[in-house]
C-alpha cells in the first residue's frame, strides 16, 4: 500500500520560514492530485495547497503569496515551503495523495510558530 512521509516541521517564530517535505512510496506518475492540509487544535482539518499531475497549484486565501507547493517525480516528493509563518499557521500538516487507485495520508508533522 502507498505510504506518505511528512518531514520538515518544527517550532519556528513568527515571520520565519520552514520547508516541509512529502516522500511517498510509489512512483509519480499518471494523473493525481498532491495536497496539504493542516489541522489545528479545535479546528477541522483545512486544506492548505494542491499540486497537480499537470504542475497547476492551488491555494488557500490565507496562505497566498507566503506559501509554494512544488513536486520533484523523480524524488517522488512533494513540498510545501512556507515564508513568513504566523501564529495563526500553527497546526499538524498532513501530505494526501489522491491518484486512480486510491487516496492516501501521511501521518502529519507538527509547526508551531511561536515567540
Known amino acids: 500500500q502507498v505510504q506518505l512521509v511528512e518531514s520538515g516541521g518544527g517550532l519556528v517564530q513568527p515571520g520565519g520560514s520552514l520547508r516541509l517535505s512529502c516522500a511517498a512510496s510509489?512512483?509519480?506518475?499518471?494523473?493525481?492530485?498532491m495536497g496539504w492540509y493542516r489541522q489545528a487544535p479545535g479546528k477541522q482539518r483545512e486544506l492548505v495547497a494542491t499540486?497537480?499531475?499537470?504542475?497547476?497549484?492551488n491555494y488557500a486565501d490565507s496562505v497566498k503569496g507566503r506559501f509554494t507547493i512544488s513536486k520533484n517525480n523523480a524524488k517522488n516528493a512533494v513540498y510545501l515551503q512556507m515564508n513568513s509563518l504566523k501564529p495563526e499557521d500553527t497546526a499538524i500538516y498532513y501530505c494526501k495523495m489522491v491518484y486512480s487507485r486510491g487516496v492516501h495520508w501521511g501521518q502529519g508533522t507538527q509547526v508551531t510558530v511561536s515567540s
Open positions: 499540486i497537480t499531475s499537470g504542475d497547476s497549484t
Open positions: 510509489e512512483s509519480l506518475f499518471g494523473t493525481y492530485v
